[in-house]
């Protein structure tokens, strides 16, 4: 081996190593295997799992009215009109908190910075027909919690794990005392650790990819971190708080409720956007329906 | 545009669409194809009924004037949504005669966003489902 190749084979060596190094660096925490009493401790949680869906109305006709908490029996935090949809078209589709905001002069969305502001106006400024939602792209934190279609909550011993219908999507919340992430890759979802506070579930989210919108054409930068709060206030009924704060973009902390409402006789269903997508919006922003496909 | 539309749709929603602060909520769904202004009615046969996700497409033959058929195309709520609300796969047969109210695709094919049709039945569908 001559010395040219011998320093190749050393540097490759050192790469390799490096990549080792810091994919274990990368998972450092390790999951335990729950215990018997671990799983014991489950039994003593909050009510959670089951289907939920967000709103207010029964799903199906002729059945009785889920009862909702009187008002004020949940009072949302200052400045915050509970349940109520924010944001724009958008709402639901790409972008779109799950709820909240507006009426009686409290702002009606997220409120932004200059910067942001004039980064909202550029996208608005575009004239895109439509968003990415229309190629099935789904709409990522907080938008994903306030789909017209339900949710299961799944509660094991360290773990909430969340299975949204809508888009297919899942989130993993680690309530084992793990850290959030320095450092966090961005993801549609981010990256979420949880603690229970008495009978709250308090889901503390960092790490948003760009492609995030809070509301239409709204952006937000890397420092975004999100907060839910979740509690029941009635057998099948929960309240979902949500905060965003976000030093770059927002003036200030936005906070929306929204109500979730257990449905015993409903499971999940399959949500594949791509089986039959007609609409579409193209990179120019046009969009269109393919009649032919 | 987006109070229009909203007014649009929450004029037209059952209990079961969600009008909240004006705003309607819709995964995915986009409204960009659909004239959302105005409202149109066609008599037709149920041709076909794709019952898939994101959305369920209706197809219907209707009477051309001077002769022959036409199929329109309506795109509808998600099978997943519509089967929770009394609305399911088998509830058009091919051949019912519907009439169907719609938002016109903007660029003038025939059909558009399904809101509401009349069975004869008596049963009337829209996006928010079956209702009697």
């Not at chain 2, 909520?25 to 037709?44: L, N, Q, T, W, Y």
């Not at chain 2, 509830?91 to 016109?104: A, C, F, Q």
């Amino acid at each position: 081996m001559t010395y040219r190749s011998t320093a190749l084979a050393s540097l490759v060596a050192s790469v390799v190593a490096f990549g080792a190094i810091a994919t274990i660096g990368a998972q450092e925490w390790r999951t335990k295997s729950p215990t018997a009493a671990d799983w014991a401790a489950m039994a003593k949680l909050p009510d959670f799992n089951g289907v939920w869906e967000t709103g207010r109305a029964p799903a199906v006709a002729g059945r009785p009215p889920v009862e909702l908490p009187p008002p004020g029996a949940a009072p949302p935090r200052a400045g915050v009109a509970g349940g109520r949809q924010g944001g724009g078209r958008a709402a639901g589709g790409r972008g779109a908190a799950p709820g909240g905001g507006g009426r009686g002069g409290a702002p009606a969305g997220p409120q932004l910075t200059a910067a942001y502001e004039a980064k909202r106006a550029e996208l608005a400024g575009r004239k895109a027909e439509d968003t990415e939602s229309a190629n099935c792209l789904p709409p990522g934190m907080p938008g994903i919690m306030g789909q017209p279609y339900p949710m299961e909550f799944i509660l094991s011993p360290g773990k909430v794990t969340i299975v949204i219908e809508a888009y297919t999507q899942v989130r993993h919340i680690y309530t084992d005392g793990r850290p959030l992430p320095a450092d966090p890759d961005p993801k549609f979802f981010g990256t979420s650790v949880g603690h229970w506070d008495g009978d709250t579930l308090v889901v503390d989210t960092v790490g948003f990819s760009p492609e995030i919108l809070l509301t239409a054409n709204t952006p937000h930068s890397d420092k975004m971190k999100i907060n839910e709060r979740f509690r029941l206030t009635s057998p099948d009924v929960m309240t979902m708080e949500t905060t965003v704060t976000d030093p770059d973009a927002l003036t200030a902390p936005w906070t929306t409720t929204r109500t979730l409402i257990r449905h015993r006789d409903w499971t999940i269903s399959e949500y594949i956007c791509e089986e039959n997508n007609r609409n579409y919006v193209d990179a120019s922003g046009k969009a269109g329906i393919r009649l032919d496909k | 545009m987006t109070t229009r539309i909203s007014r649009a749709l929450c004029a037209m929603a059952t209990a079961a669409l969600v009008c909240g602060g004006g705003t309607f909520i819709s995964a995915h769904h986009s409204f960009a194809a659909f004239d959302m202004a105005a409202e149109k009615v066609v008599d037709g046969a149920v041709r076909k009924v794709e019952w898939t996700n994101p959305h369920i497409w209706v197809y219907i033959d209707a009477a051309k004037p001077g002769g022959g058929t036409e199929t329109y195309a309506f795109e509808g709520m998600s099978p997943n949504y519509l089967n929770r609300r009394g609305w399911t796969r088998t509830t058009l047969d091919d051949g019912m005669k519907i009439t169907v109210h719609y938002r016109p695709f903007k660029d003038g094919k025939p059909g558009g966003m399904f809101v509401s049709a009349k069975l004869p039945t008596g049963v009337t569908l829209t996006g928010g489902g079956a209702q009697q």
